[in-house]
């Protein structure tokens, strides 16, 4: 039993990071009307009769989206039942089954009725919370024979405080990354790293604000994740979870930089941009854990 669980658990990670890029996918595609405004159905029809790529697209996600959403029931259930006595497995439960139905009825609300720029954005970052509480789900199933074993890690204050900050700020700045998709800035500023190639380095727009403030809310994740990785390494080499987490944080946020720097000057390539919401998708995930490891840790100093 134990090990059909870790195979669905696994399944169903990538299922939400499927649909976190199906989404992207239709926000990057202009995909969002492409049933029309009908839901659940496509164009009124069961069975589309007129196909077209954006059709496709939107469809696609909606079949992907209902499907994970009875895995993510299924493996919330059989947690529940087979691993409810571990404090986090109920809630996280709860968060990943309610925030997939969540984002599920934001979508399909602005399906039927439209939604303005700032609703829409925040769709990525509820599809996101659900991901991340999958994954913690998963990781907390494989610890079960000590695969990942969360129990004896000891974090200081100071690391704490890294830890809730960066994944409350991390949320921040994926909402301004998805504002700026939904708003269509994402080319409001065409140069790299200011908004002009000009003397005028400041936006003259909102579009171009909204950029800009992404970037620059983008760049001091970068820094602070750099300096909890120094703390990590000064004070942490022994606790491999926690190094290897801010290792692979500063990696990740590495890549999201290069990414999205590559974003403008391809002029929005559709496997730059997916790659550009998977990578955060990952980045938001590491440091889930790492608020996990935080929440357990029993004993205190002050590194």
Same mark, same amino acid.
């Given at each position: 039993?134990?090990?059909?669980?870790?195979?669905?658990?696994?399944?169903?990670?990538? /299922?939400?990071?499927?649909?976190?890029?199906?989404?992207?996918?239709?926000?990057?595609?202009?995909?969002?009307?492409?049933?029309?405004?009908?839901?659940?159905?496509?164009?009124?029809?069961?069975?589309?009769?007129?196909?077209?790529?954006?059709?496709?697209?939107?469809?696609?996600?909606?079949?992907?989206?209902?499907?994970?959403?009875?895995?993510?029931?299924?493996?919330?259930?059989?947690?529940?039942?087979?691993?409810?006595?571990?404090?986090?497995?109920?809630?996280?439960?709860?968060?990943?089954?309610?925030?997939?139905? #969540?984002?599920?009825?934001?979508?399909?609300? %602005?399906?039927?009725?439209?939604?303005?720029? /700032?609703?829409?954005?925040?769709? +990525?970052?509820?599809?996101?919370?659900?991901? /991340?509480?999958?994954?913690?789900?998963?990781?907390?199933? +494989?610890?079960?024979? $000590? $695969?990942?074993?969360?129990?004896? &890690?000891?974090?200081?204050?100071?690391?704490?405080?890294?830890?809730?900050?960066?994944?409350?700020?991390?949320? &921040?700045?994926?909402?301004?990354?998805?504002?700026?998709?939904?708003?269509?800035?994402?080319?409001?500023?065409?140069?790299?790293? +200011?908004?002009?190639?000009?003397?005028?380095?400041?936006?003259?727009?909102?579009?171009?604000?909204?950029?800009?403030?992404?970037?620059?809310?983008?760049?001091?994740? +970068?820094?602070?994740? #750099?300096?909890?990785?120094?703390?990590?390494?000064?004070?942490?080499?022994?606790?491999?979870?926690?190094?290897?987490?801010?290792?692979? %944080?500063?990696?990740?946020?590495?890549?999201?930089?290069?990414?999205?720097?590559?974003?403008? &000057?391809?002029?929005?390539?559709?496997?730059?941009?997916?790659?550009?919401?998977?990578? &955060?998708?990952?980045?938001?995930?590491?440091?889930?854990?790492?608020?996990?490891? /935080?929440?357990?840790? $029993?004993?205190? $100093?002050?590194?």
């Amino acid at each position: 039993m134990q090990r059909g669980l870790k195979w669905l658990s696994v399944i169903v990670t990538i /299922a939400m990071l499927l649909i976190l890029l199906g989404g992207a996918l239709v926000t990057k595609t202009g995909s969002g009307d492409g049933c029309g405004d009908s839901w659940p159905l496509c164009n009124g029809e069961l069975i589309p009769s007129d196909i077209t790529f954006e059709l496709v697209i939107e469809l696609s996600h909606r079949l992907v989206s209902g499907t994970s959403g009875i895995l993510v029931l299924a493996l919330c259930v059989w947690a529940w039942i087979s691993l409810g006595y571990i404090r986090e497995v109920r809630p996280l439960a709860v968060i990943s089954f309610s925030f997939l139905v #969540l984002q599920a009825l934001i979508g399909a609300a %602005a399906v039927v009725w439209g939604q303005s720029d /700032a609703v829409l954005a925040l769709h +990525f970052g509820i599809s996101l919370i659900s991901f /991340a509480s999958v994954l913690l789900l998963t990781l907390i199933i +494989f610890e079960v024979d $000590k $695969k990942f074993d969360a129990e004896n &890690v000891v974090i200081g204050s100071t690391m704490k405080k890294h830890i809730y900050g960066t994944i409350l700020y991390t949320y &921040v700045v994926v909402y301004t990354g998805a504002l700026v998709r939904h708003k269509e800035a994402s080319l409001a500023c065409p140069s790299v790293p +200011f908004c002009s190639n000009t003397n005028n380095w400041l936006p003259g727009d909102l579009n171009q604000w909204i950029q800009m403030g992404h970037r620059t809310a983008a760049s001091l994740i +970068f820094i602070w994740i #750099l300096i909890a990785f120094i703390h990590a390494f000064k004070y942490y080499r022994n606790q491999k979870n926690v190094y290897y987490s801010w290792l692979i %944080a500063l990696i990740l946020v590495s890549l999201q930089a290069i990414s999205g720097i590559l974003v403008v &000057v391809t002029r929005l390539h559709l496997g730059l941009a997916l790659a550009h919401a998977l990578i &955060v998708s990952c980045l938001f995930g590491v440091l889930s854990y790492l608020t996990l490891l /935080a929440t357990r840790s $029993k004993k205190q $100093k002050q590194q």
